[in-house]
């Protein structure tokens, strides 16, 4: 098929799932791809077949969406980024720029006798981001691990561990620094266990080494 004629039919299957996607003629999105409705694809980003994308998200120039991966809506993937498949992300996460979201744990060229591995050869494993997580410009994540929802993980981090809700962390493996709120700004101390967020002036309260909102 013409590479014009196979990025057209590209954009006519991801049209069908939504009116308003909007994919780059350079970019190579899979016919077996699901857009939602407001998503764009940019320039030589690729999105693999059985990929799930919700409303509203964003690839950036570049970047990888591996096979099956399962994206919520408004979620952000910046340029030169690779989600491995089967990466779970959930809605609102930000993916920085040149991330790195591993799926082998241990990773092998070739099996024991010299023979060159083959998909059936190993099982790909996944990193799980919860809603409206972010993670910062080239840090990695080591598959299986879960980030929780609101948490940050600096740039240059490298993931080796679970990350809990809210928590900062940082370095080479990453360690958690301190606590983030909603509006991703570290969190203020008020003593005994209280915190509070001065962009939003929401109060959390740590419970079992984590922060919560503060009902009202």
Same mark, same amino acid.
């Given at each position: 098929?013409?590479?014009?004629?196979?990025? &057209?039919?590209?954009? %006519?299957? &991801?049209?069908?799932?939504?009116?308003?996607?909007?994919?780059?003629?350079?970019?190579?999105?899979?016919?077996?791809?699901? *857009?939602?409705?407001?998503?764009?694809?940019?320039? /030589?980003?690729?999105? #693999?077949?059985?990929?799930?994308?919700?409303?509203?998200?964003?690839?950036?120039?570049?970047?990888?969406?591996?096979?099956?991966?399962?994206?919520?809506?408004?979620?952000?993937?910046?340029?030169? &980024? *690779?989600?491995? %498949?089967?990466?779970? *992300?959930?809605?609102?996460?930000?993916?920085?720029?040149?991330? $790195? *979201?591993?799926?082998?744990?241990?990773?092998?060229?070739?099996?024991?006798?010299?023979?060159?591995?083959?998909?059936?050869?190993?099982?790909?494993?996944?990193?799980?981001?919860?809603?409206?997580?972010?993670?910062?410009? #080239?840090?990695?994540? $080591?598959?299986?691990?879960?980030?929780?929802?609101?948490?940050?993980?600096? &740039?240059?981090?490298?993931?080796?561990?679970?990350?809990?809700?809210?928590?900062?962390?940082?370095?080479?493996?990453?360690?958690? /620094?301190?606590? $983030?709120?909603?509006?991703? $700004?570290?969190?203020?101390?008020?003593?005994?266990?209280?915190? #509070?967020?001065?962009?939003?002036?929401?109060?959390?309260?740590?419970?079992? %080494?984590?922060?919560?909102?503060?009902?009202?």
């Amino acid at each position: 098929m013409h590479r014009a004629a196979a990025w &057209a039919r590209c954009e %006519e299957q &991801a049209v069908s799932h939504s009116s308003t996607v909007r994919i780059v003629d350079s970019a190579d999105v899979s016919p077996d791809a699901s *857009l939602g409705e407001g998503s764009s694809i940019w320039h /030589l980003a690729q999105v #693999r077949e059985g990929a799930i994308l919700g409303e509203n998200c964003i690839v950036g120039r570049g970047a990888y969406v591996g096979t099956g991966v399962v994206m919520g809506d408004n979620c952000k993937v910046q340029n030169y &980024a *690779l989600v491995y %498949e089967p990466a779970r *992300l959930g809605d609102g996460v930000f993916i920085g720029p040149a991330v $790195v *979201l591993t799926n082998d744990t241990y990773p092998r060229a070739i099996n024991p006798d010299g023979t060159l591995k083959s998909a059936h050869d190993w099982e790909p494993v996944g990193v799980t981001i919860g809603t409206g997580a972010s993670i910062g410009a #080239r840090a990695t994540c $080591v598959a299986p691990v879960t980030i929780g929802a609101w948490a940050t993980v600096a &740039a240059g981090a490298v993931v080796v561990k679970d990350v809990p809700e809210f928590a900062l962390v940082a370095g080479v493996p990453a360690r958690r /620094l301190g606590w $983030v709120g909603k509006a991703g $700004v570290p969190l203020v101390s008020d003593g005994d266990g209280r915190w #509070r967020c001065a962009t939003t002036t929401v109060s959390y309260i740590e419970t079992n %080494e984590t922060p919560a909102e503060e009902s009202a």
